[in-house]
């Protein structure tokens, strides 16, 4: 009950702080994307680890109405994880470098002059390999695999612009579909693999925050009153 009053007034003085920023956005350009990072190190009685990941996600697009973005975006993704088992005596190494590439659709829906409200769609596709080992005292497995990706995806999310040209956004959620595609380069045998998946999630995971930088000039007519 007062999460959800501290989230009526935050709503409340977004509106009643925005001023005259024109929102005329047909047009114009927007710049900018998102960067995530995150660690974690654990040293317990039986297992040792380490992972570490980092994303960015540029983007580039123009708006088509004063509501309506087209636009594509391009992303990186590095991960890594060690492991090492202290029972079996073993040890764990996964890297992964993965490159995408992805056209989007942002529809603005505005309250006010500051504040909007962000349904962004996204369809593209994205190539990564991932080296993997595992080490015993007495043996010694390692992969190449090569994971290829298609996907779409609807993403919620808000935005608020600190001032004309320049709007930090985030987004909470994440709901689509994707096609998965692994071949393992360095075994002997048949070792492709198809996968599909649907994606529902809400979790903290899905939270990302982003900002965009609004340019060009305005294709929207003004009246002589304006």
Same mark, same amino acid.
């Given at each position: 009950?007062?999460?959800?009053?501290?989230?009526?007034?935050?709503?409340?003085?977004?509106?009643?702080?925005?001023?005259?920023?024109?929102?005329?956005?047909?047009?114009?350009?927007?710049?900018?994307?998102?960067?995530?990072?995150?660690?974690?190190?654990?040293?317990?009685?039986?297992?040792?680890?380490?992972?570490?990941?980092?994303?960015?996600?540029?983007?580039?697009?123009?708006?088509?109405?004063?509501?309506?973005?087209?636009?594509?975006?391009?992303?990186?993704?590095?991960?890594?994880?060690?492991?090492?088992?202290? =029972? %079996?005596? #073993?040890? &764990?190494? !996964?890297?992964?470098?993965?490159?995408?590439?992805?056209?989007? @659709?942002?529809?603005?829906? *505005?309250?006010?002059?500051?504040?909007?409200?962000?349904?962004?769609?996204?369809?593209?596709?994205?190539?990564?390999?991932?080296?993997?080992?595992?080490?015993?005292?007495?043996?010694?497995?390692?992969?190449?695999?090569?994971?290829?990706?298609?996907?779409?995806?609807?993403?919620?999310?808000?935005?608020?612009?600190?001032?004309?040209?320049?709007?930090?956004?985030?987004?909470?959620?994440?709901?689509?579909?994707?096609?998965?595609?692994?071949?393992?380069? =360095? %075994?002997? #045998?048949? &070792?492709? !693999?198809?996968?599909?998946?649907?994606?529902?999630?809400?979790? @903290?995971?899905?939270?990302? *925050?982003?900002?965009?930088?609004?340019?060009?000039?305005?294709?929207?007519?003004?009246?002589?009153?304006?």
């Amino acid at each position: 009950m007062i999460f959800k009053k501290i989230i009526t007034a935050l709503l409340i003085t977004f509106l009643a702080t925005s001023n005259a920023i024109g929102q005329d956005l047909k047009g114009k350009m927007l710049v900018g994307g998102n960067l995530n990072f995150s660690g974690r190190t654990y040293s317990g009685p039986s297992k040792n680890s380490e992972n570490f990941n980092f994303s960015i996600r540029p983007n580039f697009g123009g708006f088509i109405s004063n509501s309506v973005a087209m636009g594509a975006v391009v992303s990186y993704f590095y991960y890594n994880n060690k492991s090492e088992s202290l =029972l %079996s005596q #073993s040890n &764990s190494h !996964s890297v992964r470098n993965e490159f995408g590439f992805a056209y989007f @659709l942002r529809y603005y829906k *505005f309250f006010g002059k500051k504040f909007s409200i962000l349904l962004t769609v996204t369809a593209g596709g994205s190539r990564g390999i991932e080296d993997y080992s595992y080490v015993t005292s007495s043996n010694e497995i390692t992969s190449k695999n090569i994971i290829q990706t298609a996907s779409i995806s609807f993403r919620p999310g808000i935005v608020y612009f600190i001032s004309p040209k320049f709007g930090v956004e985030t987004s909470f959620g994440n709901i689509g579909a994707n096609l998965q595609r692994v071949n393992d380069e =360095l %075994s002997s #045998s048949d &070792s492709r !693999s198809t996968e599909s998946n649907y994606v529902l999630d809400f979790g @903290l995971s899905s939270l990302q *925050f982003g900002f965009n930088y609004y340019f060009g000039k305005s294709k929207v007519k003004k009246t002589p009153e304006e």
